[in-house]
């Protein structure tokens, strides 16, 4: 079993699929990927590529500032999220992690290398309120997905802000990964982007490869209060000049904000609909962001081999540590829902 989602090319290898038929007739629930992709336009002058990057894509940098209200000092550009995880971890080598669970993989295998204890505090998924850890102090970090994977819940501002305060009160580090925040909106209200500038220990992860669907350009953005992005290890050009031109054109495209909002309030239904009288189907988790999270009466793993050998790649959450079968599906587009729906009715169980 694959710990992540997002196989796609080796899904198409497996099934012996050209990876133009893949593109075609593949489709990945398993990564969630905002399947209105921005037009990118790749006629680019190939002289640009010649020389080193600008250390950190200022046109793009800016461009991010505004989206999210902040001073440029606050944000560090970086290849991709999961590699800042690592860097992060491999740089604060905090004597004691703590993981709010289940969330994205990457946090535990980055504990595991670089952090000697971790201790997941497991949420409770059918209640907005967290229980705060005991016994922190100044080497201890705290981790928060929000909205959560793999259950899309969100935790309210005053939970966060409580939890900040008592991270706060203990001056331990708080690292929030809100990198599928812009699918419920980009709006401060909804994030603790506005307390960056109080607190030097809050890291805030903010992915744009989900939003702009586009995994395969590797950026990312940290967040930070402007003393500790000084401090942040970083090798010199982190960001490749094409990823950089590419995710610029994503954040200038025009409506795509209002396009993205209205294609996830709808399809979001669609998909939920769709599902309604599966056989399979115990529960689906209540979700704001762009995947939903669900409760099978069948192991996740015979399913999700299943599926893999009709095209459809889902989710199993086997190792997100449920002691009942669960996957996650991406919202996609009705005739994706559509096709899955169909597999799953038609499933020999
Ligand atoms: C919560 C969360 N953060 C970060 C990432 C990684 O994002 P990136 O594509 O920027 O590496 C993922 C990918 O699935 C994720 O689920």
Redesign the pocket.
């Known amino acids: 079993m694959t710990a992540?989602?997002?196989q796609f090319f080796s899904a198409a290898q497996q099934l012996g699929w050209s990876t133009e038929h893949a593109l075609d007739q593949l489709l990945d629930f398993s990564?969630?990927l905002n399947p209105l992709q921005p037009d990118f336009d790749l006629n680019i002058n190939p002289a640009l590529l010649m020389h080193y990057p600008p250390e950190q894509a200022n046109p793009l940098q800016q461009l991010l500032a505004e989206k999210l209200q902040l001073h440029t000092e606050q944000i560090r550009l970086?290849n991709?999220?999961?590699?800042?995880?690592f860097d992060f971890f491999n740089w604060l080598r905090p004597k004691q992690t703590l993981l709010y669970s289940p969330?994205?993989g990457?946090y535990a295998r980055a504990a595991k290398l670089f952090s000697p204890h971790t201790q997941l505090i497991r949420r409770d998924l059918d209640t907005n309120s967290l229980v705060f850890p005991s016994q922190l102090n100044a080497d201890s970090l705290v981790v928060l997905?929000n909205p959560a994977?793999p259950d899309g819940r969100r935790y309210p501002r005053t939970q966060l802000i409580a939890l900040l305060q008592h991270c706060q009160a203990h001056q331990s580090w708080l690292c929030i990964?809100e990198?599928?925040l812009p699918f419920i909106g980009w709006q401060t209200e909804h994030s603790l982007r506005d307390q960056l500038a109080h607190y030097p220990k809050l890291i805030i992860?903010q992915?744009?490869?989900?939003y702009y669907g586009c995994?395969g350009i590797?950026?990312?953005a940290i967040l930070a209060h402007p003393t500790q992005l000084e401090n942040w290890p970083q090798a010199t050009w982190p960001i490749a000049t094409l990823d950089s031109l590419l995710m610029t054109q994503a954040l200038q495209q025009a409506n795509f904000d209002a396009r993205t909002q209205a294609w996830l309030k709808q399809d979001k239904q669609d998909l939920i609909t769709q599902l309604s009288d599966c056989r399979l189907i115990e529960k689906i988790y209540p979700s704001e962001a762009n995947f939903i999270l669900l409760k099978l009466h069948t192991p996740a793993q015979p399913l999700a081999e299943y599926l893999a050998r009709q095209g459809l790649l889902i989710r199993a959450c086997d190792n997100f540590g449920f002691n009942q079968p669960h996957i996650r599906l991406a919202v996609k587009t009705p005739a994706a829902h559509q096709r899955l729906a169909t597999a799953l009715d038609n499933y020999p169980c």
Request: proline content about 0%; overall charge neutral.
């Open positions: 992540h989602g997002g990564a969630s970086t991709g999220i999961s590699a800042a995880i969330l994205y990457e997905v994977t990964d990198s599928f992860f992915s744009l490869t989900k995994a590797r950026i990312g």
